[in-house]
């Protein structure tokens, strides 16, 4: 074994064998569209040389395997066995890797799904060089651009990855902001939140590459120079090993401040005071209001917002105290939006945005 990546499930490994071996080659796998013919060649139930014929059913699918999900899928028969083997394009160039199957009882049921080969080319390329990965790494912790995050920030568009938390000390550090809203990246359209790491992954270490991102409702373009992935993973593996437990609440939490928006959005908020901080386990650095109630079966209890999270921004927009908090979103409300997004922080430091619908 010269090198493995769980990631994407695939290993490099070399053979002794005193002479050279014929090879296949790598074809695009960007070029197989859904309905190409594709034949997959493996060894199922100990059968080798076995070969089935299909179609592509479908591309880029994610079935929950890694953080590249990114298959092929295929009707053409994958069975136990088949892992490993190569799925080919009717020009005999190998467009995939025979990896997964959805099945009962272990036998093929027309789903199988196989790693394209433009994802499975650059892994080779760095196991074969240096027995590792080394994948690029951006440190921004990104979400899913929902319909009703786009609508609580007027867009249209569900288009990009949203920035919520930005690494301390990675590329991203200072120049990208938790918010922005990341359209771009290296020239390439980021059409879904998945596609970023992807994107990020299989671009260089070191390399400069320019991000398009909208904030505060403009245009930026932004310069970053990448890091890489392995070592921001010790990093931030570090970091959260560090995070205090949150002690049990104590009965002296600040008195809640009341809402009068209380039944328009479905919690009730109060100030972030020492006693807050001490039940909760809030940092210094964090600030807004935090949550004292949230009422029971209301879409704000459905999202999962719960007491002692902290609401710090209001549609990408800084919240100083529960007046404030009551005024923006009193706001959105006059300005017709269905929803308000909230940006949300639990007691391990940690940021994701959270769009409440308002009644």
Wanted: net charge negative.
């Amino acid at each position: 074994v010269v090198g493995a990546d769980d990631k994407t499930d695939l290993a490099v490994l070399r053979i002794d064998t005193g002479h050279e071996l014929p090879f296949v080659e790598f074809g695009d796998s960007d070029t197989a569209e859904v309905g190409d013919w594709v034949m997959a060649i493996g060894n199922p139930f100990g059968l080798g040389g076995s070969v089935t014929l299909g179609i592509v059913s479908a591309r880029n699918r994610n079935i929950e395997s890694g953080p590249y999900d990114q298959f092929i899928q295929t009707d053409a028969a994958i069975n136990q066995g088949n892992s490993g083997g190569p799925l080919f394009d009717m020009e005999g160039k190998v467009v995939g890797i025979n990896s997964a199957i959805i099945a009962r009882g272990g036998s093929s049921l027309g789903i199988g799904f196989a790693v394209p080969g433009n994802l499975a080319q650059p892994v080779i390329r760095q196991l074969s060089q240096f027995g590792e990965t080394r994948r690029g790494w951006l440190g921004v912790g990104i979400q899913d651009v929902s319909f009703d995050i786009a609508s609580s920030l007027g867009l249209t568009s569900t288009q990009g990855a949203l920035a919520v938390n930005i690494t301390k000390g990675s590329p991203a550090d200072g120049i990208v902001e938790e918010g922005d809203l990341i359209l771009e990246f290296d020239g390439k359209t980021i059409g879904t939140m998945r596609d970023l790491p992807r994107l990020v992954a299989e671009t260089e270490v070191g390399k400069v590459v320019d991000l398009k991102v909208l904030r505060d409702g403009k245009d930026m373009n932004l310069s970053v120079t990448l890091g890489r992935l392995e070592t921001g993973e010790q990093a931030i593996l570090q970091a959260q090993q560090e995070v205090i437990e949150p002690p049990p609440p104590d009965e002296d939490v600040a008195e809640v401040v009341p809402l009068a928006l209380k039944d328009i959005i479905g919690l009730e908020v109060g100030p972030i005071d020492d006693a807050a901080r001490k039940a909760f386990v809030i940092r210094e650095d964090v600030t807004g209001v935090i949550i004292k109630s949230v009422t029971p079966d209301s879409d704000a209890s459905r999202q999962g917002l719960v007491e002692g999270l902290v609401i710090s921004e209001v549609n990408q927009q800084d919240v100083s105290g529960v007046e404030d908090f009551e005024l923006k979103v009193d706001a959105a409300r006059e300005a017709g939006r269905p929803n308000v997004l909230f940006k949300i922080t639990d007691p391990t430091g940690a940021n994701r945005f959270i769009p409440v619908q308002i009644k």
